[in-house]
Each structure stands twice: as C-alpha cells, then as structure tokens.
C-alpha cells in the first residue's frame, strides 16, 4: 500500500514537472501545466492521483495561503489612491457582468443563487495570466494596461467576500436574514479578537523571533500564524479564507511583511498547483461529447460576451474606444478564481457536477486561449477599428532618436538605478549633458515626467546605442547592468 | 575603532557597548544598508554608509575619466559629504519585482512624479494647502511646461498639467498621492 501511494507521488510529480516546465517553455502560466496535470493523473484520466481527503486538505490549505498573501499584500492607501480605477470600474465590471450572466442562466433555468455564483464566477479574468502576459508586453502602464490591472485587483477583492458568503448562502435561504447577521457579527468577533492579538500579542512574539535569527522558526511561525487564523475563523462557523485573509491584512502592517511574503510563497505555490491539479481531476473528458453545448455557451459567454459588456463600462469613464477594446480583449478569459468558486460551489453542493463539469472546461479552454488573445490585443483591436488612430507609439529607437539629436559631448549613463540617478545629479550639477537609458517602464515613465534626461530602451542593443548619439558622446558608460539596480 | 562587520545588529551592540564604558574614541563603523544607518548613529557611531560612499566614488572617477580637475571633483564630492548625502538618499524607485522590495527596504526615500489632471484634486489649489508635510512627504519640485521651479518657491496655484516631484517615504507618497489625486 505504502509502495504504491509512493509510485503514485512520483508518477503524478513527474507528469507535472513536466508540464510545467512545457508551460515554461511556451511561456504559458504554470496554472494551466497544473490543470492539465489533473486532467491527465485524475480519474477520468490516467487515474494515478486518487481524488482522496488528503489531497482535498492541502489543495484547501494552499487556498488559505493564498488568501493570506493577498491579505499581506493588500494596502489601504493604495486602493484608495485609485479608488475610480479599481472600486468604480473594477466594482462596476463585477456587478454588471454577474448581473447580467445570472439572469441569463435563470433564463436557462437555474436557480436563483446558483445563477448569480455562476455569473459571478464567470466575471472573474485571470490576473495570473493578464498580469504575466501584458508585464512581458510592457504593457502594465499603457492606458488599457492600467484599466485591466484596476478590474482585477477589485476581482482579488471581491473573491473575498464571494468565498465568505458562499457557505451563508448554501444554507437554507427561509432564514438566509438571520443567518447573514449572525455571521457578520462573528465575522465581527473574529476580526476583534485578531486585531487583538495582532496588535498586542503578535508584534513581539515576532520580535522575539526574528532576533533569534532562525529563518526556520520564522518559517513555522508564519505558517502557524495562517493556519491558525484560518482555524479560529472556521471554529467560530464562518469559511477558513476569511480568517486566512484578515490575518494577512493585519500582518500586512507590520515590518515583518515583506519576510512573511517570502517565506510563505513557496508553500502556497506548491499548493496552490496542488488545488489546481486537484480542479483539473474533477474534469471529466466525456463532458466534451456529452455537453458540448453547455461548455460552448461557458466559452461564448467569456470570451465573447464578457468583453461586449465591459466595453461600454470603460467608455463611461471616458477612456478611448481602443483603450477599452484593448482591455476588454484582456480581460477575455475564466480565472483562477474561478474555478475557485465553481469548485468552492460544488463542493457545498449549491450547484451539482451536471452544471459544474461544463463550466469548469469552458474556464480551462478559455484560459488556454488566454495568452494568444492578450498577445495580440492590439491588432485585434486595429481589426475592429479598421481606419485607426495614428498614435501608434513609434519605436523606442527613434524616439531615443530624437531626443538625443541636439546631443553633443555627453555622457551615456546605461542604468537608471540608485548608482546611475546619483551619477546623473552630480555629473548635471560639473554641467556636463547627460541622458539615460533604462529597462523599467514605470520608473522612466515617473523620472521622464519630472523632467529627467531618461528614456526606455535596452542599451544592449546596437541601434539603440546609436540612437542615444554614442558617436557623438564623450565617453560610454556602464553603471552595472542595464536595467539598474 | 573600526566596525567593518556587514552585520548592523552585532555593529550596533559593539557600539553601544564601547559608549556604555564612558569611552570617548572615535568609532567608525560600516554600513552596508540604508536602513541601519540612523540606529548606528543613535548609538553613537560615524558611518561609513557603503552603498552612498560607492555612488561618489564612482562619480569621482567617471569626472576624472572626463578629465575634470581633481580638485574641483573633491570639492563637490565633499559638498555632498557635509549634507550627510541627502541628494543621494532619494531616488526614484525599481519598481517591478523582488528588488523593488528589497530598495524600500534599505533606501526608505524614494522619487515619484505625479502629473495633475483637470479632475484632480490638488488642480487649482496651493501647494500649501495640501498639507504635504504633515503627512512626511517633500514637494521637491514642480514642472509646468519647460520651467521647473523648488516646490517651496512656488507661489502659484497649481494647474492640470503640472507634474509634482514628490520625496518621501513609501507609504507617505502612497497617502500624499492620493491626497493630491481624490482629496481626502
């Protein structure tokens, strides 16, 4: 017995290393090596992975991580230093999309709360696989860049209170009045408590640990601290990713974040493939022959029907019409949070396998088309306005081109880090001219606007040395490696 | 004495140690972050802060590459040294990845730039009545077209357009920023 569940470890790591690493290579999100991992190992597969309460209870685990370093990672200022962006936009897309979908899966004869989950579930886009994608395309700070970033930080957000209601609605709906409020008021007890401990019991213990200097012990704390906070909130009724996420975003304050962030990513990345792969088994293959119907309408409504909705939305906040195309083609695709509610649903059996099984391969599919529709966005959209607009951002070299022709005598600095800004502001102050080139897009775009002789562009490469006017520049520099430190 | 231990936390306990026995030796120490810098100087130390001393060093050589006077490259060099490297401390940011976490880290100041827009909150008001300091953040510098004028000389209101150069630490650029942008 204990041979076999060793085999069964090997053979199912193997499959997914594998896969992985094929996503790696194809530049694809490791999400979808992990769902097609499941798919194959799972029981309508190979069945080499049993779909057994162990690997339910790490999959679940790696969900409460996940939802902790969301919680670390989520910022009160800075949600609401774009609070337009990611409330009104990103709240807007939401609602309107979940609205819409569930009325029309009533017309289709669900239920009311199954309807509503489902369009709520189908509102969700992939920030794994947008956020990759358009950083690879250097497109996070373009305008359309931006909008789709806003939506789905509100999507992280909202998940949030999906998964937390989720278990409120599956209970009988005569008294769902009653029940919400005595689960807000635990709610309530649970994130007093927390703040509690959090305020007064946390900070030193921490202290204490960090000063003996044991990474392990830090390592196990930070888990304890999740897995706790997860367990006090399950205890006390409500779902173990609420607690997950309140823990987090009280650790979040303190100076220990960014070291809780690092030592608990590994972790939730292995799990959180595992909770993948564990979704990928619960695809049945005969769902393609059986209801393909049902799993053609799950990929129309993302891939079609989703961006027609959020087209008009990003418009209202008076953004150009290519702008919001461009977005809403990003934003054309299930998410991996998702699958989380579809399998979150099922497993509180609000919705059965029948209507879940299409649903979770029209998500799969429309994440497999995911990177090809983000890759080309931009003639996709040049496709539907076919007469254009003529700000086409020229090339990098020859707007490094211009700015330089007037050029003479100066200095190239490559790398507009801590060590090449400093350089800059002494070499400016001798009198001497100076311009800078750098790889990241956000900081050239900051230090450009504050009028700071700097441009995008990889000095690596020949024609963009010549076009910052190295013949005509006293001497070359090199301040490290391009990009900066 | 000398502390060059790359480990603040053990130089810090040196330091305190020797001042705590009443000695009154000059103490140089080591810093290789930005962020143990002012702990190592409450105990009573000189530091030596590694990363900002490399920044100058390599400014001297590139001006002397460049054939400057020697004389006159010390005399800036040491201009920076006597205002306790402010002009080096802030700077504007890597802002993708694990090093961006790891700056904020040991650089707490930072750069940003924000350009105002006709709905903005700070457009149309002083630069004074924005309460910018209190929140512990610099207006550096504001730039309208091709002039840019120090923030504390600007006696105008501000307008769409303007791009303000903001200095401070993160969090109080994050709070300073969406003051300017939404109020509040």
Redesign the interface.
């Known amino acids: 017995m204990e041979h076999t569940v060793a085999l069964q470890l090997v053979i199912v790591l193997a499959v997914g290393t594998a896969l992985v690493g094929l996503c790696q290579r194809f530049s694809l999100s490791p999400i979808l090596g992990y769902l097609a991992t499941g798919v194959l190992v799972g029981p309508s597969g190979a069945g080499w992975l049993p779909d057994g309460s162990t690997t339910r209870l790490l999959a679940e685990l790696g969900v409460v991580l996940l939802m902790f370093t969301i919680g670390l990672e989520f910022?009160l200022?800075?949600l609401?230093?774009a609070?337009?962006l990611v409330l009104g936009l990103g709240g807007a897309q939401v609602v309107v999309t979940a609205s819409l979908f569930g009325l029309a899966g009533m017309a289709l004869g669900l239920m009311p709360t199954q309807a509503f989950l489902i369009g709520v579930a189908l509102a969700m886009s992939s920030t794994a696989i947008g956020l990759k994608q358009l950083g690879e395309q250097m497109e996070l700070q373009a305008p359309h860049g931006r909008v789709a970033i806003g939506i789905l930080l509100f999507q992280d957000i909202a998940v949030v209170l999906v998964l937390v209601t989720m278990p409120i609605l599956a209970t009988d709906a005569a008294h769902l009045g009653w029940v919400l409020s005595l689960s807000l008021g635990k709610a309530f007890l649970v994130f007093l408590g927390l703040v509690l401990v959090g305020r007064w019991v946390l900070p030193p213990v921490l202290h204490w640990v960090a000063s003996t200097r044991s990474l392990e012990l830090f390592m196990l704390t930070a888990l304890l601290m999740a897995v706790a906070a997860a367990g006090l909130s399950t205890h006390a009724g409500l779902s173990p990713t609420l607690g997950a996420f309140m823990a987090g975003m009280l650790l979040g304050e303190t100076q220990f974040r960014?070291q809780i962030e690092a030592d608990i990513l590994p972790f939730r990345d292995l799990m959180l493939g595992l909770f993948f792969a564990s979704i990928g088994m619960q695809v049945n293959l005969n769902v393609f022959s059986a209801q393909l119907g049902a799993v053609a309408l799950t990929l129309f409504a993302l891939v079609i029907a989703k961006p027609l909705i959020l087209v008009p939305l990003v418009r209202a906040m008076k953004h150009i019409n290519t702008d919001a195309w461009r977005s809403a083609i990003s934003l054309a695709q299930g998410g991996e949070f998702g699958l989380l509610v579809v399998a979150t649903a099922l497993g509180l059996g609000v919705i059965n396998t029948q209507i879940a099984q299409p649903l979770l391969a029209g998500i799969i599919l429309s994440m497999l088309a995911a990177p090809i529709m983000l890759r080309f966005n931009q003639p996709l959209t040049a496709k539907l306005f076919s007469r254009g607009r003529g700000d086409e951002t020229l090339p990098a070299e020859s707007c490094i081109a211009e700015a330089s022709r007037d050029l003479r005598q100066h200095?190239i600095i490559c790398g507009?880090?801590?060590?090449g800004?400093?350089?800059l502001?002494?070499?400016t102050?001798?009198g001497?001219a100076v311009t800078a080139l750098d790889l990241?897009p956000?900081?050239v775009r900051?230090?450009a606007?504050?009028?700071?002789p700097v441009m995008y562009g990889n000095a690596a490469q020949p024609g963009v040395l010549r076009a910052a006017g190295i013949e005509r520049a006293?001497?070359g520099?090199n301040?490290g490696r391009c990009g900066?430190? | 004495m000398a502390i060059t231990l790359g480990d603040a936390a053990v130089a810090e306990r040196i330091v305190s140690h020797a001042r705590n026995l009443g000695l009154e030796l000059p103490i140089l120490a080591l810093s290789t972050r930005g962020r143990y810098d002012e702990a190592l100087i409450a105990a009573g130390a000189t530091v030596f802060p590694e990363s900002l001393e490399s920044s100058l060093a390599f400014a001297r050589q590139m001006l002397v590459v460049l054939g400057i006077a020697p004389s006159q490259v010390e005399m800036r060099l040491n201009e920076i040294r006597t205002q306790d490297y402010a002009p080096l401390r802030a700077f504007f940011h890597s802002t993708e990845g694990e090093k961006s976490v790891a700056q904020a880290l040991d650089f707490p100041e930072q750069n940003r730039s924000v350009l105002l827009t006709e709905d903005h909150f700070a457009t149309g008001r002083r630069a004074q009545e924005l309460g910018l300091q209190q929140l512990g953040v610099e207006l550096v510098d504001v730039r309208r077209d091709a002039i840019q004028v120090p923030g504390r000389l600007l006696d105008t209101r501000l307008r769409a357009g303007d791009v303000l150069v903001l200095k401070g630490e993160n969090e109080a650029v994050e709070r300073a920023i969406a003051r300017l942008t939404e109020g509040g």
């Open positions: 910022s200022p800075r609401l230093g609070k337009r960014h200095v507009y880090g801590r060590l800004q400093n350089l502001r002494i070499l102050d001798e001497i990241d956000e900081r900051q230090a606007a504050a009028d700071e006293r001497v520099d301040s900066g430190r």
